[in-house]
């Protein structure tokens, strides 16, 4: 059984960069199969693609983040990050990871919530 | 590299059946066999019930069902449930390995 965990800051103030770590347990990150992604959920509002990567480190960025997302793959430790550089209230957010294949999300962490506020 | 139009809300009675559109382009939901549908339960993560267009993960009941017209795709609800009351999300695989959500439809069952 696939589980993925989301950690991080809760609290990162205007114009800093958010952090946030994915840990997949109950399979390898290293499958040639599928991608690792973060969507992510302003409260009361729809879910939005940030990024997508995959175990070698190749990256696809949604375009409208993609001059402030970083996304990178940590294979010994099974995991994967996300850092969003120059963060505003519009960044506040449910944040999850979640295992993708040809962009349909077979498995979600249970989501971190991310508030942008000095 | 827009959204796909959901309908905002659907409803139905218990036993009814309610379907649900996605409308993508070309370049998305017509372009490619890999739309799903995900359901969403206030404070819960979204969970996977249809993928490929069509088919349904393990433990989804048959009770929902996917097609795809064109650029449009459905997701159908056939024999409504009290639980099946939620917010359901579509998305398409893109160009690029772009990943493309719908707006939303929040189901109310009736």
């Known amino acids: 059984q696939l589980q993925l965990q989301e950690s991080g800051p809760g609290l990162v103030k205007p114009s800093e960069t958010l952090s946030l770590t994915c840990t997949v347990s109950g399979g390898s990150i290293t499958s040639t199969i599928y991608y690792w992604g973060w969507i992510r959920q302003p409260p009361g509002k729809g879910l939005e693609w940030i990024g997508s990567?995959?175990?070698?480190?190749?990256?696809y960025y949604n375009p409208s983040l993609k001059s402030r997302i970083t996304m990178s793959v940590d294979t010994s430790k099974n995991q994967f990050s996300l850092r969003v550089s120059s963060v505003t209230a519009a960044d506040t957010a449910l944040y999850y990871c979640a295992r993708l294949w040809y962009g349909q999300l077979d498995d979600w962490g249970q989501g971190t919530l991310v508030t942008v506020s000095s | 590299q827009s959204a796909l139009t959901q309908p905002p809300s659907a409803s139905g009675s218990p036993g009814q059946s309610v379907t649900i559109s996605c409308t993508g382009t070309s370049s998305d939901v017509g372009g490619y066999h890999y739309v799903s549908w995900y359901q969403q339960h206030p404070g819960k993560a979204p969970k996977l019930m249809i993928y490929?267009?069509?088919r349904r993960p393990s433990g989804v009941p048959d009770r929902f069902s996917g097609s795809k017209s064109g650029n449009t795709a459905s997701l159908t609800v056939s024999g409504l449930q009290a639980e099946d009351e939620a917010d359901y999300y579509c998305?398409?695989?893109?160009?690029?390995?772009?990943?493309?959500f719908g707006g939303g439809t929040k189901l109310t069952v009736l």
């Open positions: 490929e267009v069509t």
């Open positions: 990567i995959d175990y070698s480190g190749s990256t």
């Open positions: 998305s398409s695989y893109a160009a690029n390995n772009d990943v493309l």
